[in-house]
Each structure stands twice: as structure tokens, then as C-alpha cells.
């Protein structure tokens, strides 16, 4: 079974810097994609970033990009120039391909999510 | 085009009773996902909807249920509420794209079962 890992519960980053939120997963599959999710405060979930597995680019969307390790089955997103409406959970998300699972398998698999607060 | 919308937002259940939350999903978006979503749980799967067919299913008991309409909307039904069915339900709309799939999230309907 696939599993999807973020060992930061809780992160903080000064206005303007860097942070980097890490994500791990376990699978046994070759096709997949990944993503990243943001939900602020108003808890409306937002796409951040996709990643697709058989793209060894890694995916960038302006101040957001990740570092796609299949090898490690790593996952992080970089976030530069962090702004104070980036505070917000972050989830990371894996989905198997093909799209239709049997019943009890899961599509789409979770992150527990990390707390990330910018700091003005 | 508009966004997914749930409704209601808010709900306040007693123990026992049933609840019937309603999704419409993105204008062209034909697959409907529900999740649950708890602070110790995280974000779980509940099921999908495509064409009106259940596609694909979470671990969930059977007293969660759900359908969806010829015009892609769809409802998700908790019979005998549990106090721990307390959560954010959320649910996800996605088109396929040159065979990539995206979910958009709608805000949420956060129910309380006391």
C-alpha cells in the first residue's frame, strides 16, 4: 500500500526567505503524480504544484518549486520569497495510475501536513 | 468558471440522526471525490463518483454513502451519525487533461454531531 509522509508538523519562515517542506512516500508503482496542496486558514484547499512521475524536470510555479527524487521517493517543495499569505497547511498528495483502483485501494493518498507560518 | 461549491457550510447533527451534504463540481469537471477530514486522521479517501458510478472506494463504513447526478453533482449521505463523524468533509472535482488528472477543492461543509 502506498503511504505518503510529512515528518515536519510544523514549520516557520521569515518574510522574504526560503523554506523548504520535505515529503516522502512508499510505493511500489512507476506511474503516478504528486502534488502539493495549500489550505490556509479559510480551509479552501488550493493546487499548488503537480508533479508527474515520469518527468525528471522538476515542476516550477513561479515562487514554488519542487526537488523530485524517484529514486529516494522524495518530494519537497521550495518555497521562495516567502509571503505572509503563504501561511497555510500543506499537503502533500500521491495518485496512482491507472486512475480506476479496486475497491479499498485508495486514488488519491494524504500527507499528514505541515503548519507552515510566515513570519512578518 | 466557477469553483466547486459545497453546501451547507456548516452543519449541527445529533447523535443518530442521518445528513446528506451536496457537491457541484467544476462546469465539465465529471469526476466527484469526498473526503474527511480530521486533525488526528488527516485527509481520508471516502469514494469517487464518474457518470453517475461509484469508481472508486474508501475504507469507510457503509453507513457512508453517496451518489451523483446526470449533471455531475453529487451528495454524500452519513446515516446514524457518530460523534466521531465531527469533521470537515471536503470534496474535489477533476478533469482528465491529455490523460493527467487534476482535483479542485470546494471550501468544505464542517459538521458537528452532538
Known amino acids: 500500500a502506498q503511504t505518503v509522509t510529512q515528518s515536519q508538523p510544523e514549520m516557520s519562515v521569515q518574510e522574504a526567505e526560503t523554506v523548504t517542506l520535505s515529503c516522502t512516500y512508499d510505493t511500489s508503482e512507476n506511474n503516478y503524480y504528486l502534488f502539493w496542496y495549500k489550505q490556509p486558514p479559510s480551509r479552501q484547499m488550493i493546487l499548488v504544484i503537480r508533479q508527474e512521475a515520469y518527468k525528471q524536470q522538476n515542476a516550477t510555479e513561479n515562487r514554488f518549486s519542487v526537488n523530485f527524487q524517484k529514486a529516494a521517493k522524495s518530494f519537497s517543495l521550495k518555497i521562495s520569497d516567502s509571503q505572509l499569505g503563504d501561511t497555510a497547511m500543506y499537503f502533500c498528495a500521491f495518485m496512482k495510475r491507472p486512475f480506476i483502483t479496486t475497491s479499498g485501494t485508495y486514488k488519491y493518498i494524504f500527507g499528514t501536513g505541515t503548519r507552515l507560518k510566515v513570519l512578518a | 468558471k466557477a469553483g466547486v461549491t459545497q453546501t451547507p457550510r456548516y452543519l449541527i447533527k445529533t447523535r443518530g440522526q442521518q445528513v446528506t451534504l451536496s457537491c457541484s463540481p467544476i462546469s465539465g469537471h465529471r469526476s466527484v471525490s469526498w473526503y474527511q477530514q480530521t486533525p488526528g486522521q488527516g485527509l481520508q479517501f471516502l469514494f469517487e463518483?464518474?457518470?453517475?458510478?461509484?469508481?472508486n472506494k474508501g475504507n469507510f463504513p457503509g453507513r457512508f454513502s453517496g451518489r451523483q447526478f446526470s449533471n455531475s453533482r453529487s451528495e454524500m449521505n452519513v446515516s446514524t451519525l457518530e460523534l466521531g463523524d465531527s469533521a470537515l468533509y471536503l470534496c474535489a472535482s477533476s478533469e482528465r487533461l491529455a490523460g493527467q488528472e487534476t482535483q479542485y477543492f470546494g471550501p468544505g461543509t464542517r459538521l458537528l454531531v452532538l
Open positions: 463518483y464518474f457518470s453517475e458510478t461509484q469508481r
